[in-house]
Nanobody
Framework: QLQLVESGGGLVQSGGSLRLSCAAS????????IGWFRQAPGEEREGVSC????????KYADSVKGRFTITRDSANYTVYLQMNSLKPDDSAVYYC???????????????????WGQGTQVTVSS
């Protein structure tokens, strides 16, 4: 079973930056694409960004394109989400999730995941 632990959330002013980390561990950890999802109170969960096993394929929600960057440190099984130019609408609990991919070149998805972290709160003040 894949274990995922997020960190790096916090309170930041509008226009500021945060970097979230997702540390993955467990059997076959290298078989998983990692995605970031977020959920604000009263809202549905939204796929924010994902990165495939090789790190060569990434995907972003339209709402964060040009502001967020996802990267992967495969040596340490950690995925980072650099969030710049943050807006109050970005406030949410951010979750990282693992999606099993058979091939390292398979693209990641913002809709599929089998294992989830506990979440980290991001609050952007106006």
């Amino acid at each position: 079973q894949l274990q995922l632990v997020e960190s790096g959330g916090g309170l930041v002013q509008s226009g500021g930056s945060l970097r979230l980390s997702c540390a993955a561990s467990g059997p076959n950890v290298h078989y998983y694409a990692i995605g970031w999802f977020r959920q604000a109170p009263g809202e549905e969960r939204e796929g924010v960004s994902c990165i495939n096993r090789s790190g060569r394929h990434t995907k972003y929600a339209d709402s964060v394109k040009g502001r967020f960057t996802i990267t992967r440190d495969s040596a340490n099984y950690t995925v980072y989400l650099q969030m710049n130019s943050l807006k109050p609408d970005d406030s949410a609990v951010y979750y990282c999730a693992g999606d099993f991919l058979l091939e390292s070149s398979d693209p990641c998805s913002l809709k599929a995941a089998q294992f989830w972290g506990q979440g980290t709160q991001v609050t952007v003040s106006s």
